[in-house]
């Protein structure tokens, strides 16, 4: 449904044709304004707009009564409506905030640099936007004569609501009433001059806006309308119901804002579609200029298009900004990578601090805050020896030296790791141990560990149940966690050249079965527990770690899943959790790898301590970590982010 019908000219008119309606489709109507013809260079001497000379006590600003335009129909503006408080009205797009305030004076037309475009106004809420109705029809007035032009005039005739204000390129006009005339004087002959006119105007309590650009050259009477005022009455002329629908769809980010020859459009969506029936296929082609504006990441990226519309057509334009977004998401994860960076390297300064005299570290609940335990100094080297700290290398090499040495001091002759030789094996202590030798033997290939990496592989693989679990002779069931830890253990042995016999890797395969939830995709503690994050990210990383592909259906869908369903947000932190996944992800590349890590790194930098003693470190906090140790928190967030530097 459009707005209104507009008039095409008498062929003794100018030719000129004011399209007066553009209609966004099903939502919204606007009215666009567009005459023929091309912009040329105006005269040396910028014609004016000025109320006509009168003689007497006449009106001074030369507001008549309503009169009609024997040349040209009255054009209907279809207005915007604007939510703006009244005591506060906006002012309309290139208007400069002090209006001008004498009429006489000299109000220069927009320079034409290139060829005329009109602007194409904002869509106006339809809801609220004032409809003509019969009853304006009923109380036209009779025309009028029109008043004799000079030789070098043409004159813009506007009905307007009695509150309106009129700005003709830009400059705020004095005139008041309902019929209000401006003539432009000091025009030359042959040439065309374009005008900008924007009406604003408050209508059952809410201000409007409308736009029109009207081109105008000697001799020319033209007229605009807005709002609810009597059509004056005008000779009857060939209809427009005959020409073609013209749109234009505009396909662009959904909170993007679009702006059509400088003016903001309110309309909101991935796709803004707008129409016209006002335009004729014989007719000279209308150009407009597109601008959208898009925020990302705090900064505005813009593209603007400059696109031609003949009647009839029907036109497509879509703005991308998916290289430009590109671009700032790799500066932005470039950056961030950087901030890893930086972050490991004083979380390194924090580690080392906390070493003491023995050589080790103490990890409570398995020491005193000042008793140095297996398990503290093999968690402790990790992250150091990933760093590029080894027992020989790097700043640090000399703390990694004696963590490896307290290490081996504390390994009995069938490799096992003990704190006392009448103690039974941790398997967290032997595991963790024996992939601290195997990651400092990895970094310099440092054949002097080989020996007891060796001996810390054959224990683990002694030790083997004959279901496929770990239990070290415990009496507790065997459960995931314990499990995953020894084959990571063997999959750091395998890295350094130490064979494993593929039967205990299938059957540790067997006894993952047996702890599989929904095919595959999860994994629970024991068997017949409920999954949990933690335990499906282990249970996945296992199963490839074990010879499983990344491409199997249920371990795609499985890994895709768990991220999806449960994003690394500092809200809901679980430290175990993130530490499994990352290495999970890592592990399987592509999608999975590229979706977690921003996310993790983001995370883990902002719950990053960098005050006092603790800078560099982070506090133990989420599920399983809460009350518990600083450096099993800091020692896993660090390991997290270097898995970016590390091979899989």
Known sequence: MYCSTSKRLPAAGRRSVFMTLLCLIGVFSVTLGVANGQAIDPPLTPPTFAPPEVDGDANPYGVPEAATDATTEPADLE???????????????????????NPDEPIEPALPDSPFEPALPDSPDTSEAPEETAAADDQATAPEALPE??????VITTYVPEDARVYINGMLTDLTGTTRRFYSQGLKPDLQYPYKLVIEWTENGRLHRAQQSVLMQVGDHKSVRVGKQPRPET??????????????????PEDAKLF????PSPGTGAKRRFATEELAPDAQPV???????????????????????????????????????????????????LAAVNAIKQAAVWIVGRQLADGGWALPPYSTEDGSCLPGTAIAIMPLVLAGQTSDEGLYHRQVAQGVYYLIER????????????????????????IAMCETLAARQDERLRPAAQKAVDLIVKNQDEDGSW????????????????????????????????????????????????????????????????????GLLAALLLGSSVEQPTIAEGIMKLIADNPPETSAVDIYYWFYTTLL?????????????PQVRDSLLQMRLTQGDAAGSWAPTGMHMEGGSPLMMTTLATMILESRFREK
């Open 79 to 101: 207005d915007t409506a604007v939510d703006t408080p009244l005591d506060t009205p906006a002012e309309p797009a290139d208007t400069p905030e002090t209006p001008a305030g």
């Open 149 to 154: 032009l000079k030789a070098d005039q043409a």
């Open 235 to 252: 000779p009857a002329v060939m209809s427009h119901d005959e020409y073609p629908t013209t749109e234009i769809s505009i396909e662009l």
């Open 260 to 263: 059509i020859d400088g003016v």
């Open 287 to 337: 150009e407009y200029v597109l601008r959208v504006e898009w925020i990302v990441g705090g900064r505005t990226l813009t593209d603007s298009r400059k696109i031609t519309v003949r009647g009839g057509e029907k036109k497509l334009v879509r703005f991308d900004f998916e290289e430009q977004v590109s671009q700032i998401a790799a500066i932005k994860d470039r950056g961030q990578d």
């Open 411 to 434: 390994q009995a002759a069938d490799g096992g790791f003990r704190e006392a030789i009448d103690r039974p094996i941790d398997p967290f202590s032997q595991a963790i141990a024996t």
């Open 471 to 538: 239990t070290y002779d415990s009496d507790q069931p065997a459960n995931l966690s314990t499990f995953g830890w020894q084959v990571m253990a063997l999959s750091a042995a395998e890295r350094v050249g130490i064979e494993i016999d593929p039967q205990v890797k299938a059957r540790a395969a067997k006894f993952l079965e047996t702890l599989a939830v929904n095919g595959g995709q999860e994994f629970s503690y024991t068997a017949g527990r409920k999954p949990t994050p933690a335990m499906s990210a282990e």
């Open 585 to 597: 992800t890592r592990q399987a590349g592509g999608e999975a790898w590229s979706t977690w890590w």
